[in-house]
């Protein structure tokens, strides 16, 4: 697996909670941070902080529900090079019982929470495979879960929905990309960093 050290690494929901302290600590550790979000201010407080200790970072904002803006901005970053690295880390959870599931609301949260973490892992690793020295220097998609990902939850059928396709998605993608050098990774938070993340302003 390729070393965030020199890495070019882009997170999504970059602006706050797991995002915002993925974003720090790899650029402490020499990561090239690509950060997207749709909060402007929280994308400009990380890029100023980021900066403020000597190291690399870009900025978008970038609506993860709309597949032209991921696209457009796809096509924006990866004219500097491809990424070296993919943390999925945007979503969200609208708790609602199931009988009371509002369908703009249940189609909301599948873009959002499974929808565009397939289109921009997709996106990523088709510029990742064509790179050069891929199979040398590997590269990594890393998809957030969530422990509704593994068990059911009251108000959260969605939710669980959305995780438990997340699994399935992630381990299809380390198959077909292994002959790459690409692993596809899945980080499973507990019901601490969840309530962590809510507290922070999104959670996964």
Request: with cysteine.
């Amino acid at each position: 697996m390729t070393s965030i050290s020199g890495s070019r690494i882009l997170i999504t929901g970059a602006a706050s909670g797991f995002g915002r302290l993925m974003a720090l600590q790899m650029s402490k550790r020499g990561a090239k941070m690509v950060l997207w979000d749709i909060n402007k201010e929280g994308l400009t407080s990380i890029k100023k902080e980021i900066e403020s200790q000597g190291n690399q970072v870009e900025t978008m904002i970038c609506d993860l529900r709309d597949r032209e803006e991921i696209n457009s901005c796809a096509i924006e970053v990866l004219k500097s090079g491809p990424i070296d690295i993919l943390v999925n880390n945007a979503g969200n959870n609208i708790p609602e019982h199931f009988t009371k599931v509002k369908t703009k609301n249940m189609e909301y949260l599948v873009k959002i929470n499974t929808v565009a973490t397939f289109n921009l892992a997709q996106l990523c690793a088709l510029k990742m495979i064509k790179s050069k020295n891929r199979k040398k220097i590997g590269g990594a998609i890393v998809n957030m879960s969530s422990q509704m990902g593994h068990v059911g939850g009251p108000i959260r059928s969605v939710y669980n929905m959305n995780k438990w396709g997340l699994e399935g998605l992630t381990r299809g993608m380390a198959i077909d990309l292994a002959k790459y050098n690409i692993s596809c990774l899945l980080y499973t938070s507990d019901h601490a960093d969840e309530e962590d993340s809510v507290e922070h302003g999104g959670l996964r």
